[in-house]
């Protein structure tokens, strides 16, 4: 059975960095594309950002452009969120999923993790 | 940015009665539309996708049917693990989006 199993979260003063893991298993992972979705405290589903199974090319929702980088480790099975300079606002839950094979631009999600929760203080 | 509206925002139903769920894309999406259920304090979990495939290990009474902007997810008699939130997914566009989702409610 296909695992996802994020860490890294924390509370952390804005301004602040964290760096969130997932470590996947049971499935090539070079072979697929990859994505974190988060969700605020009581609210719905917002994807953050996608990166082809590849690595080589990534995609942000524009409220974290150019402060999170979304990167991925196939020799270690491994997705990652560097997240800079934190806000208030990206308080959430912050969930990885796997998104669609290599050949396919159909980016839904059929496994999720169960997700890491980053809290940023003002 | 493709918005997707979903409605009703709560349903109120009975066990064993039929739901039927909306979701309208501000754009086409032609079929690339997922529909995902969530549970309090699980992940979500992927019902539909491609509009109207159900995905592995999912039941025959959840089905999905639409295309371009309208989309309709239906459940044909509720079970009692039904009542949850649903959400909608456009798959295709950057940025990806989400409904902001119908909750299924005990009536």
């Known amino acids: 059975e296909v695992q996802l199993l994020e860490s890294g979260g924390d509370l952390v003063q804005a301004g602040g960095s964290l760096r969130l893991s997932c470590a996947a298993s049971e499935f090539i992972f070079s072979n697929y594309a990859m994505a974190w979705v988060r969700q605020a405290p009581g609210k719905g589903l917002e994807w953050v950002s996608g990166?082809?199974?590849?690595?080589?090319?990534?995609y942000y929702t524009d409220s974290v452009k150019g402060r999170f980088t979304i990167s991925k480790d196939s020799s270690k099975n491994t997705l990652h969120l560097q997240m800079n300079s934190l806000r208030a606002e990206d308080t959430a839950l912050y969930y990885c999923?796997?998104?669609?094979?290599?050949?396919?631009?159909?980016?839904?999600?059929?496994?999720w993790g169960r997700g890491t929760l980053v809290t940023v203080s003002s | 940015e493709i918005v997707l509206t979903q409605s009703p925002g709560t349903l109120s139903l009975s066990p064993g009665e039929r739901a039927t769920l909306s979701c309208r894309a501000s754009?086409?999406?032609?079929?690339?539309l997922a529909w995902y259920q969530q549970k309090p304090g699980q992940a979500p979990r992927l019902l539909i996708y491609?509009?109207?495939n159900r995905a592995t290990g999912i039941p025959a009474r959840f089905s999905g049917s639409g295309s371009g902007t309208d989309f309709t997810l239906t459940i044909s008699s509720l079970e009692p693990e039904d009542f949850a939130v649903y959400y909608c997914q456009q798959c295709t566009n950057w940025p990806l989006t989400f409904g902001g989702g119908t909750k299924v409610e005990i009536k």
């Open positions: 999923a796997r998104g669609p094979p290599a050949g396919s631009s159909d980016w839904h999600f059929d496994y």
């Open positions: 754009q086409s999406v032609d079929s690339y």
């Open positions: 491609d509009a109207s």
């Open positions: 990166i082809t199974f590849s690595g080589g090319t990534t």
